[in-house]
């Protein structure tokens, strides 16, 4: 160790492995542990899991309500850049570490600690994600990545871990899978889903039935936008975290937002994930429907050209990075008129839109109609084609003389 270690801030769940994480800091370390949990809307008792953290001997933890925080300042702007990494994941897990890691350096920072530890594995992406925040925000504290010091290789290992040291924890050696749950959505992975062949169980799933078993009747809500922003579901404003919660109860009976996906880690390997996101697939599919009706093309097209690099960079932990800042600005500017009411319908696992309106609508129907107007000459598009083909003519002619 490079320097003394006499206090370090714990980014604590209750679960397996930080549970472990705890006792061994302070064994290897000798240092006093803080204990950081953030509710996120994980639906866990929080209370019990900061009695679970001070019978292992922790004087100080902190447990803090940031769903309202997760949800506007970090879940909207996401949202409002419609970010899904490679076609399918909309980020659930990766946008929630930034604000974690936020709030536990300043933590850190307020308590004189001089360490931070997180849970994350040496194969995964959390790792990135936490560590790349602590150095924008606090660049001078010490990182304690246990998965990189032990020498335990698994969760099994660590199960036995826990037995040894009386650690109570509710993953088996029969269900060793990983969870991360929060107001956003939910993620598996590890354990008996690591062969892709095989279909996750659908006793796993948390918030959504089956699709199969899923109302026969469909159900259409409707979402008020302004600037981009959700505020109201079916004419009720509601706060952030709140109208997100209601669209994941609404979603989550319609069995909607599961994806089954072998993605591609940003340490270089490939993961199987299997994700539910109901309220945030309703808010995805919404949001591009109004977006249709009132952005610009040019402003659409070329902000279009931007999600896969904004998508990378939430995935791959660079919240607080300059470009993504930077792509950010861009994605808002174009939000400014994305006002008005998107109508979506929800039906055994599918979430379609049904129907868009708004004030700062550029749909003209005096315009588009196939019927007799009086504001387009048809004619016009004559020359129009023929400029934008004048060059597919010269290349064509080209090859003519060279035959």
């Not at 959504?208 to 009720?236: C, M, R």
Request: charge should be neutral.
């Amino acid at each position: 160790m490079s320097r003394i270690i006499k206090k370090a801030v714990l980014a604590y769940s209750g679960g397996l492995d930080t549970s472990v994480i705890l006792k061994w800091l302070q064994e290897t370390y000798s240092c006093e542990v803080i204990a950081f949990c953030a509710d996120l809307g994980q639906g866990e008792d929080l209370q019990a899991i900061k009695a679970k953290a001070q019978k292992l001997g922790v004087k100080k933890v902190y447990v803090e309500d940031l769903r309202e925080t997760f949800v506007k300042d970090y879940v909207f702007p996401m949202l409002r850049g419609n970010a899904i990494y490679e076609g399918c994941y909309l980020l659930g897990t990766s946008i929630a570490r930034p604000l974690i890691a936020r709030r536990q350096a300043e933590i850190a920072l307020k308590e004189g600690a001089e360490a931070v530890s997180h849970g994350a594995t040496g194969k995964g992406n959390d790792q990135v994600r936490f560590e790349l925040t602590y150095t924008a925000l606090a660049p001078n504290l010490k990182i304690i990545a246990p998965w990189r010091e032990w020498t335990m290789r698994s969760r099994r290992e660590l199960i036995d871990y826990a037995d040894r040291h009386g650690i109570p924890v509710t993953a088996t050696k029969g269900k060793p899978y990983s969870m991360d749950l929060n107001l956003f959505h939910v993620s598996y992975e590890g354990g008996i889903l690591e062969d892709p062949w095989e279909a996750p169980p659908d006793e796993i799933f948390q918030m959504t039935v089956s699709p199969e078993q899923a109302p026969n009747k469909p159900l259409e809500v409707e979402i008020d936008y302004e600037a981009g922003n959700p505020v109201a579901v079916d004419g009720k404003k509601m706060s952030p975290a709140t109208l997100l919660a209601r669209l994941n109860k609404l979603g989550g009976a319609h069995g909607i937002g599961r994806v089954d996906l072998v993605e591609n880690r940003y340490v270089g390997m490939k993961s199987r994930g299997v994700y539910e996101t109901p309220g945030g697939t309703i808010l995805h599919v919404a949001h591009r429907g109004l977006e249709s009706l009132t952005m610009d093309r040019e402003v659409l097209h070329f902000r279009d050209g931007l999600i896969p690099r904004f998508a990378d960079l939430i995935y791959n932990g660079y919240w607080f990075s300059p470009e993504r800042e930077m792509i950010q600005a861009s994605i808002d500017a174009a939000q400014k008129d994305v006002t008005g009411t998107a109508r979506v319908k929800l039906y055994k696992g599918s979430c379609t839109l049904a129907g868009r309106k708004s004030k700062n609508s550029l749909y003209r129907l005096d315009i588009a109609t196939f019927e007799e107007d009086e504001v387009y000459n048809q004619k016009d598009a004559e020359g129009f084609i023929r400029l934008n083909a004048l060059r597919l003519k010269i290349r064509a002619q080209r090859r003519e003389v060279s035959s």
